[in-house]
């Protein structure tokens, strides 16, 4: 585990925090989205400033757009090295991903084809990004509804070796491998034993839904069994890893959210070094 995040923490939800700040719950840390704190005014940051008073923090961002053909937004790496400047994260991640081109912005994020020419690309943009920031960034893996005609690795083939060639770290999002696995058919847990265990500092449950079509990584609901047993897996292949509960649809109540990472916290707790 890291030397200063440990356990299961909580992504920092708006509707938590006056409860939050009265009552400062034992949460061994929170993840803060940093795209809501990038340009807003001096109110939440009031609010941000008196929970990292009293926890450590992860940064999750969304909009680096690592994986795009435009420039690299000099401007955006700007204001988030304020941001880590201020706030002193543990780890500052994004994902795998593309989120927009030109004028255009998904508002999703968007997958690359698993290719050499796609290794390539996003090797020199998280090089890029680390040496703006100043620090190693994780990437996280992505959840996937169709995949490429073209690739010249498999998904985690392509994971890793954008890692290694980059110098970044993992995010290793559970739901999604689990997701992937089933919308795209492999074998998640052949997936979790290619992943090199230094290479992982962190680890995201959260809930999807079940269509006749195929799973979709929704955020909006309790983590499922099989998600929590590939959890119990990827923990005793990897070793104890900081885990997060991602939960960003109807989100609930905080008791609620807790008793998840408390779950989470067991498993933690039960898996080999
Ligand atoms: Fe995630």
Redesign the pocket.
């Known amino acids: 585990m890291s030397d200063g995040i440990r356990g299961a923490g909580l992504g920092l939800r708006s509707p938590h925090i006056s409860h939050i700040l009265e009552n400062r719950p034992n949460v061994p840390w929170f993840e803060v989205l940093t795209d809501n704190y990038l340009n807003r005014g001096e109110v939440p940051h009031k609010s941000l400033r008196e929970v990292r008073a009293h926890y450590p923090i992860v940064f999750h961002s969304v909009g680096m757009n690592l994986g795009s053909t435009d420039p690299l937004k000099r401007s955006y790496f700007e204001r988030l090295s304020q941001l880590i400047k201020e706030y002193e994260p543990e780890w500052v991640s994004d994902h795998l991903c593309w989120v927009g081109v030109g004028e255009t912005y998904a508002n999703d994020l968007l997958p690359l084809p698993y290719t050499q020419e796609a290794v390539d690309h996003l090797a020199q943009r998280i090089s890029q990004a680390q040496e703006w920031l100043g620090r190693e960034i994780l990437v996280?893996n992505l959840s996937q509804y169709v995949s490429f005609d073209r690739a010249d690795y498999s998904e985690v083939g392509f994971l890793v070796e954008v890692a290694k060639r980059s110098g970044c770290c993992l995010l290793l999002?559970v739901n999604?491998v689990y997701v992937n696995s089933r919308n795209l058919g492999f074998d998640p847990h052949a997936y979790i034993d290619a992943i090199p265990r230094d290479l992982v500092k962190q680890m995201?449950l959260?809930g999807h839904e079940t269509t006749p079509e195929c799973l979709i990584d929704s955020h909006g609901k309790s983590v499922s069994e099989e998600v929590w047993s590939l959890y119990r897996y990827a923990l005793n292949r990897i070793g104890p890893t900081p885990t997060l509960i991602?939960w960003d649809r109807d989100v609930p109540e905080f008791s609620i959210l807790w008793n998840e990472a408390k779950l989470a916290e067991v498993l933690l707790q039960g898996a080999s070094q």
């Open positions: 996280e999002d999604n995201h959260a991602e």
